[in-house]
């Protein structure tokens, strides 16, 4: 993933691979035309896990990683500051930093040991560790709340939520609402938080991540570089799902396709009543008006595969996905479609240059464009009148 701070600044951070002698990751400040790499951390420990991580700039000027079974403090330059193996041997796919400077992380899982949210201060003293009720394969999301933050956690059947005080973790017992019943339905991975509401879309169950963590040595495996569609572990269609944090028997259901085992790896972005849902399993990308919570309408579709998360420039309602296309036998094409966000209609392609299928977050840049990275991949996307 990429990360920009001040104007100019932007950070690049990436891990090795299983196939090569130590699995690692690193971080480098990048060039934001040339994406040419001005420093770099060097080789940072991942605890021989090889999963992607997070990147997060804090207010206080360091860069800090989630990598592995490990987080690392970077000074601007990326100099390490300070590195902490975390107290589960796992990888961690999810960092946020809450309001009072300290920071939380999560290790992932399949089923049936469960995952582990752990807070460090800002010097990753480990505060607390808390063993979650179930396996979480997704990232973390936060809102602030009265005396703290409020985490949500994705598991494997139930949403879950935790409040941070600054000195004490503690889990809601009475939010903790059902979206799927064990072994019936795909496990969600991230959920998205607008507007006094929790997304997910309940459709991870994919073949090439199960096989990863199916061994003894969950995430030691190589990372999948997808260059065809894995297929789905489940037969229903996507399904995306929206539940109120005020009350967790508020639940909103959408079917955006009819397809059956449809499979994507992230939550639906939503922007002034407008969802986005896709299936990248079979293509499929709709956008549904949310206002009226019990009656969500179809605004548009079209034919697309994405497979990362959206990004939206809400200031132009410009909507930026990937579409990942097969050519011809063995030629495939990941690339770059602007929409308009209400009405589904297509700006621009473009061809990243990438040919694998992979779930990394799109970056903004600070002059119409924005930067990409995939398996073996970076790159700068511009409009064609921007520097």
């Known amino acids: 993933m990429f990360i920009q701070r001040d104007p100019g600044q932007l950070y690049l951070y990436g891990t090795t691979t299983a196939s090569e002698a130590t699995v690692a990751g690193w971080v480098e400040r990048v060039d934001p035309i040339t994406l040419t790499p001005a420093a770099s951390s060097g080789e940072l420990p991942a605890g021989g896990h090889e999963w992607p991580g997070s990147l997060v700039a804090h207010a206080n000027g360091d860069l800090y990683v989630a990598n592995g ?25 999810g960092m946020l930093i ?19 949210l752990t807070i460090c201060n800002a010097d990753l003293d480990v505060l607390t560790s808390v063993e979650l009720p179930e396996a979480s394969m997704g990232r973390l999301s936060t809102i602030p709340a009265a005396g703290g933050d409020d985490i949500y ?13 600054g000195r004490e973790l503690l889990i809601d017992s009475t939010w903790q609402p059902r979206y799927r019943h064990q072994g019936q339905g795909g496990l969600a991975w991230d959920a998205t938080i607008v507007d006094g509401f929790v997304w997910l879309m309940n459709n991870g169950s994919v073949d090439t991540v199960q096989r990863k963590f199916s061994t003894e040595q969950q995430a030691h495996g190589a990372y999948p570089e997808v260059q065809e569609l894995p297929d789905s572990t489940w037969n229903d269609p996507i399904r995306v799902i929206g ?17 059956s085992g449809g499979w994507v790896i992230a939550s639906p972005l939503i922007h002034d009543d407008v969802l986005l849902a896709w ?19 179809m605004l548009w579709y079209q034919p697309f595969r994405p497979s990362m998360p959206p990004l939206l420039f809400p200031d132009t309602n410009e909507l930026v996905v990937n579409d990942f296309r ?4 063995n030629q495939t094409s990941d690339d770059l479609v602007v929409l308009d966000i209400r009405t589904g209609t297509m700006k621009s392609r473009v061809a990243t240059g990438a040919t694998t ?18 398996s073996g991949t ?9 520097l």
């Open 279 to 297: 299936d990248t399993c079979h293509t499929g990308l709709a956008g549904f008006d949310v206002s009226d919570r019990n009656a969500p309408d």
């Open 98 to 116: 809450l309001g009072d400077g300290s920071i939380a992380t999560k290790d992932l899982r399949l089923g049936p040991e469960p995952s582990t």
């Open 378 to 386: 970076v790159a700068r996307i511009r409009v064609e009148s921007a």
């Open 326 to 329: 097969f050519l011809a036998e």
């Open 243 to 259: 539940v109120d944090i005020r009350d967790p028997d508020v639940i909103v259901e959408i079917t955006p396709t009819e397809n």
């Open 69 to 93: 079974s490990f987080v690392h403090r970077l000074d601007l330059a990326c100099r390490i500051k300070a590195q902490r193996e975390l107290p589960v041997d796992h990888a961690h796919n």
């Open 153 to 165: 956690v994705v598991g494997e059947t139930r949403l879950f939520r935790y409040r941070w005080t």
């Open 357 to 374: 299928l992979d779930g990394m977050y799109l970056t903004p840049g600070w002059h119409r464009d924005l930067y990409y990275c995939a």
